[in-house]
């Protein structure tokens, strides 16, 4: 339905994560210092207060396991990805 490539990468989870966001370690390490929207079910202050200190812009948006995105998730998600198509505006 969204046209998305079948070749996307997968962040492998490390043992031993025990922070809040358990996946937090292999996300950040997985991305580097590239910008990021992340969408979670399970997202916690630890990925914030992450996400808050980085330079390249960072998103993060905790969705409900029982609703999913929203249309406002769609929009924040359009939102950022303009804002980071020009490297010159971060």
Same mark, same amino acid.
């Given at each position: 339905m969204l046209e998305l490539p079948t070749d996307?990468?997968?962040i492998e989870r490390s043992q031993?994560?025990? !922070?809040e966001t358990w996946k937090?370690?292999?996300?950040? =390490?997985?991305?580097?210092?590239r910008p990021l929207a992340w969408i979670d079910d399970?997202?916690?202050?630890?990925a914030f207060a992450w996400a !808050?200190?980085?330079?390249?812009?960072t998103l993060?948006? =905790?969705?409900?396991?029982?609703v999913g995105?929203?249309?406002?998730?769609?929009?924040?998600?359009?939102?950022f990805g303009r804002a980071v198509a020009d490297p010159d505006d971060w």
């Open positions: 996307l990468p997968v031993g994560a025990a !922070d937090l370690h292999d996300v950040e =390490r997985f991305v580097g210092n399970d997202l916690w202050g630890d !808050d200190q980085r330079n390249p812009p993060l948006i =905790r969705t409900s396991s029982s995105l929203t249309e406002q998730n769609l929009w924040r998600l359009e939102a």
